[in-house]
């Protein structure tokens, strides 16, 4: 099913101010796409997913999925979320399996279907571990699986790999651009790192620092895997970075 | 992480080091009490310890006509766990909504705010006024005593749990209900278990007092009031030391539950 934002806009008053983080959106997401939504720091990106998602309702414009407008969570979508967000209280595979166990999915299946992404995610053997019982980039993996466990058609990710170190980010890249080419779901990856976008997305949507708005949508023709050290990735990266640039505040 | 000691004679010389400490004050206190009973020479001031050993070696024998240590500690137990299940009924209920609700917050705080400070004891004479002597004037004093622990200790677990826990089950279709058991619950539980913990405490302390009430006729702290009546002042430091030990029990049996099923609160960092 493809997504379509229209015209989304986003407001907030805090104390009688009103201010404006989100201006008039527009995006057309097709099918098995892999999009990472760019932009300085504070210019709305997580908002936005926010509001794709039916966790915040936006302003103004709507967002339609498959025609049809979001207002709540639906099980189109699943979201991955920046920080740790897994339950502490449940072991890995009761984690994967949660989305399962809310609709009602009966333990075996659920297990057994969670075991599947946990082999996905390469950590087979950690399925009665806790969460605390993981590095980071584990449980970050565990948090896929548990958004992939509900066989959405639409990832939202929000900086999901910002609080990992370099290393382990570079391969959760990888890894996660093996899964998206094993199960062709929609990905939209909220990132503030131009180095991550360029390799991961076939389009970069850069926005406008606050309120933010689109800027310019890069297409990025580079046959994955993606070389960073190659010319073409770097001639990308510069475009990008100087899309950017002109918006950074003054520090 | 536990500390794991070296050699097993390094954990040795650890544990005797420790033990030694721990060990020394009731040694003292004991010693020095010896002394003291054999200097005061009188047993309705400071009864020896082997007078107080003869009362804890017959736990089932009948004392004064008031039944035994045993027996009567059971029937205080009984009467503790009648009036905490009723706080806990109240309390983890209202903590919640508190917890997750601004309006019912500050619709309740002030009232519970004004309450908080008063000890249970301060509600003795209403409770008699209210319920005479009996179950319900000692459950509502047990219940009191254990409600302002549990209700707070349960807001604050509510209040820590992470917004990300409860958006991701929204996000994963979870419904209000689902999102209530599956994640606000089982996210405050060590919480609202510290609670239940201290709240135990002090209603143990309560049901001691409450049956020292006029006009009651059992319970392990009927029996120290009436030893006191008798004279029998070795009966009333073996009923202390039976109040204590029972207390103690109760507190260690929350927290080995709170080591293997919330262990994760503690490590998750």
Redesign the interface.
């Known amino acids: 099913m493809n997504l379509v934002l229209r015209g989304i806009g986003k407001e907030f008053t805090q104390r009688d101010v009103t201010s404006s983080a989100l201006s008039n959106i527009n995006l057309e997401v097709e099918e098995k796409e892999f999009i990472c939504i760019l932009g300085p720091s504070g210019c709305g990106k997580t908002t936005l997913l926010r509001i794709i998602i039916g966790l915040e309702p936006s302003t103004s414009g709507n967002v339609l999925i498959g025609g049809e407008p979001v207002t709540s969570p639906t099980a189109h979508m699943a979201m991955i979320f920046q920080d740790y967000s897994l339950f502490p209280w449940r072991t890995v595979i009761d984690n994967i399996a949660f989305g399962l166990e809310m609709r009602g999915v009966g333990v075996e299946e659920r297990r057994r279907v969670a075991s599947r992404y946990l082999d996905l995610i390469g950590l087979q053997g950690f399925g009665n571990n806790y969460p605390y019982e993981l590095s980071g980039g584990m449980r970050q993996r565990v948090a896929v699986a548990r958004a992939l466990a509900i066989d959405p058609e639409i990832l939202l990710m929000d900086e999901p790999f910002g609080a990992l170190d370099a290393q382990t980010r570079n391969m959760l890249q990888k890894e996660l651009l093996e899964i998206w080419d094993k199960t062709r779901k929609t990905v939209l990856f909220v990132t503030h790192s131009v180095d991550e976008a360029v390799f991961l997305a076939d389009r970069i949507v850069v926005l406008t620092s606050r309120p933010g708005t689109v800027k310019e949508i890069v297409h990025i023709e580079l046959p994955r895997p993606r070389d960073r050290t190659s010319p073409d990735f770097a001639r990308i990266r510069r475009h990008v970075l100087g899309l950017i640039d002109e918006h950074l505040p003054i520090q | 992480m536990h500390a794991k000691p070296g050699s097993p004679n390094d954990r040795n010389r650890f544990f005797s080091k420790s033990l030694l400490l721990k060990i020394a004050l009731p040694v003292i206190i004991i010693i020095a009490w010896e002394v003291l009973a054999i200097l005061i020479n009188n047993e309705f001031i400071l009864p020896s310890i082997e007078s107080v050993l003869m009362v804890l070696a017959r736990p089932f024998a009948d004392i004064l006509g008031s039944g035994s240590l045993v027996g009567n500690a059971l029937i205080s137990l009984g009467r503790v766990l009648i009036g905490f299940a009723v706080a806990i009924m109240i309390a983890v209920p209202l903590g919640i909504a508190m917890g997750r609700n601004e309006k019912v917050h500050d619709f309740f705080d002030s009232t519970v705010q004004v309450f908080r400070p008063i000890p249970p004891l301060a509600w003795v004479p209403l409770a008699l006024a209210w319920f005479r002597i009996g179950l319900t004037a000692m459950v509502f004093i047990i219940a009191i005593g254990a409600f302002f622990p549990v209700l707070l200790n349960t807001l604050d677990g509510v209040r820590g749990i992470?917004k990300?826990?409860t958006?991701?089950?929204?996000?994963?279709?979870?419904?209000e209900k689902?999102v209530l058991l599956?994640?606000i619950l089982?996210?405050a539980?060590p919480t609202i278990w510290t609670g239940l913990r201290v709240g135990f405490g002090i209603a143990w302390m309560c049901v001691v007092a409450a049956e020292m009430m006029p006009g009651t006729n059992s319970g392990i702290g009927y029996l120290i009031i009436t030893s006191y009546n008798w004279g029998q002042v070795q009966v009333i430091i073996a009923g202390i030391i039976v109040i204590g030990i029972i207390g103690l029990g109760i507190d260690a049996l929350f927290k080995s539950v709170e080591r293997k099923k919330?262990a994760?609160?503690e490590?998750?960092?």
């Open positions: 992470k990300t826990w958006e991701a089950a929204q996000t994963l279709w979870a419904s689902q599956r994640v089982p996210g539980a919330f994760w609160r490590l998750d960092r």
